[in-house]
C-alpha cells in the first residue's frame, strides 16, 4: 500500500508546475554561484600572493578594528549590517563625539587633526608602495586604488590598553551605531586577516587533498550555495501539495479511505522529499565529475561518495524541515500560513549567518554555511556543533510530521476542523 501511495505521489509532484519551478531556481542556483569550478592547484613557492587568513592575533584584531573605526570616523559614514542588509549610519554631533572618545581612548591620538594626519600619512605611503608594484612613477595617479586601500588602515592601540578594555570599547561603539558593525565581537575577529604565507597555503592544501580527499572541500562549498535556496523552496511544494485535495474538493473521498493516515501523510512527505533530493544529486554530478578528472590526471586518491555524503547530512536536514513546516501548518490552518513563517525564518537565517561563512562557527542556523572548499581545521572544530545542528533539525522536522498525522487523522474523523473563514463566522 505504501509503495503504490509513494509512486502515486511522486508522478503528482512531477506533473506539478511548483515542482518544475523549483528545479529551474536550483539550477539557477547553481549555475550563478558554482558554474565552473576552479579545482584548487598547488601553490608554487614565490608567488606575489597565497590570499589572507583570519587571525586570533589580539593585536592584529585591535589594529584592523580601530583603524576601521578611525577611517569610517574621519568620513562621519558608518557601514552595518543590523540585519544583514547595509545600511550606512550617520550620527549626530553628540553620538560622533561619543565614537571619538572612544578613539581617543583606545589610540591615544587626542583630537580629529592628528587623526587626519595619520590617515594622510598613510594614505600617501600606501599610494607610493602601489603605485612602485604596478610600475609607476611616484605622484602618478593610480585609479581604482583608493577603494581598496580604505579598507586595510590600521592603527596601534595605545600603550597600555587591555584587551578587556579594547573589547568594552569595541561593544559600546556597536551600541552607538545599532548594532551589526565591524566592531561586533564576531565582526572584529573577522575582519582581523592576515596574508597567507607560502607554508599555510601548503597546510591547506595538503588538507584539501589528504584529509579532505578533494572532494570533501567541493562537496562542502556546494553544500554552502544549495543549502541556501533549499531552507525556502521546499515549503511552497509541500503547501501546495496539501492544499491541491482541498481546492479539488477530494478530501471528503481521502477521509473515508481505510487507507491509514500515517502511510498517507508518510508517502505524500517522502515522495516530496525524494523529488527535490533527485535535482540536487543531479547537479552534484557536475562538479564531482569535475573534481574526480583532476584527481585522476594529477593522481589524487579522491572519495567519489563525498557529495552524496554531504547532500544527505548536511542538505537534507534544511529541505526536511521545511517541508514539515509547509504540511504542518497547512494542515493546521488549511491556509498558505506557512510559506509566511518559512520565508521570515528563511531570511533571518540567511543574514543572521554572514558572520560564519567560513566554517567553523556553524551555531544553530537552519542553513549552515562553508563558503570555501579550505578550511578542513574549522570545519574539524566545528564539527560537533554542526552535527547538533543537523540532528536537531532532523528531529524537529519528524516530530511535525508526526503531529501532522495526529491532526490529519483527526480530520478524518470529523472532530478537528480549523479554518480563518470557520473563525471568522464564529465570531460573528
Known amino acids: 500500500m505504501f509503495g503504490q501511495l509513494f509512486i502515486k505521489e511522486c508522478r503528482q509532484t512531477a506533473r506539478s508546475l511548483i515542482y518544475w519551478l523549483i528545479v529551474l531556481v536550483l539550477i539557477f542556483d547553481f549555475v550563478t554561484q558554482l558554474g565552473e569550478m576552479d579545482i584548487a592547484r598547488e601553490p608554487k613557492k614565490g608567488q606575489e600572493n597565497y590570499g589572507m587568513k583570519m587571525s586570533d592575533d589580539k593585536d592584529v584584531i585591535m589594529e584592523t578594528a580601530l583603524g ?14 543590523p540585519i544583514g542588509f547595509y545600511k550606512s549610519v550617520t550620527l549626530d554631533k553628540k553620538e560622533d563625539a561619543k565614537i571619538g572618545k572612544i578613539i581617543n581612548e583606545a589610540t591615544g591620538i587626542k583630537g580629529r587633526d592628528n587623526l587626519e594626519k595619520l590617515w594622510e600619512e598613510w594614505y600617501t605611503a600606501q599610494e607610493e608602495k602601489m603605485q612602485l608594484q604596478s610600475g609607476q612613477e611616484p605622484g ?8 581598496a586601500m580604505m579598507q586595510n588602515l590600521v592603527v596601534k592601540p595605545a600603550e597600555g590598553l587591555t584587551y578587556e578594555r579594547f573589547e568594552e570599547l569595541m561593544d559600546q561603539a556597536d551600541d552607538i551605531l545599532g548594532g551589526g558593525s565591524n566592531y561586533a565581537e564576531d565582526y572584529r575577529k573577522k575582519n582581523a586577516r592576515v596574508p597567507k604565507t607560502y607554508e599555510d597555503a601548503m597546510t591547506e592544501y595538503h588538507e584539501l587533498i589528504e584529509k579532505d580527499r578533494l572532494t570533501g572541500g567541493y562537496a562542502r562549498l556546494f553544500s554552502d550555495y544549495m543549502v541556501i535556496f533549499l531552507g525556502l523552496v521546499p515549503v511552497f511544494l509541500a503547501v501546495t501539495r496539501s492544499l491541491r485535495d482541498k481546492r479539488a474538493s477530494m478530501n471528503e473521498l481521502i477521509y473515508v479511505r481505510r487507507c491509514p493516515s500515517a502511510v498517507i501523510i ?6 516530496m ?8 544529486f543531479a547537479l552534484s554530478m557536475v562538479p564531482l565529475t569535475q573534481c574526480m578528472k583532476h584527481a585522476l590526471t594529477e593522481g589524487i586518491s579522491a572519495d567519489p561518495f563525498a557529495f552524496a555524503k554531504y547532500i544527505l547530512g548536511w542538505q537534507m ?3 526536511m524541515i521545511a517541508l514539515s513546516v509547509g504540511i504542518f501548518l497547512t494542515e493546521l490552518t488549511d491556509t498558505a500560513l506557512a510559506v509566511l513563517v518559512q520565508g521570515a525564518w528563511w531570511f533571518v537565517s540567511l543574514f543572521g549567518g554572514t558572520a560564519t561563512l567560513t566554517g567553523g562557527m556553524y551555531g544553530w542556523n537552519l542553513m549552515p554555511r562553508h563558503n570555501t572548499e579550505l578550511n578542513w581545521e574549522g570545519y574539524q572544530e566545528g564539527f560537533a556543533r554542526l552535527a547538533s545542528n543537523r540532528i536537531l533539525y532532523t528531529s524537529l522536522a519528524v516530530i511535525l510530521a508526526a503531529l501532522t498525522v495526529i491532526i490529519y487523522g483527526q480530520k478524518r474523523k470529523g472532530r478537528y476542523q480549523l479554518s480563518w473563514k470557520n473563525i471568522g463566522r464564529s465570531k460573528k
Open 317 to 319: 536536514p534544511t529541505i
Open 140 to 147: 602618478e595617479a593610480a585609479e581604482g586604488m583608493e577603494p
Open 273 to 280: 522529499l525524494v523529488m527535490i533530493l533527485i535535482p540536487v
Open 68 to 81: 576601521g573605526l578611525t577611517e569610517e570616523y574621519l568620513r562621519e559614514s558608518y557601514t552595518t549590517y
Open 266 to 271: 508518510a508517502s505524500r512527505y517522502l515522495s
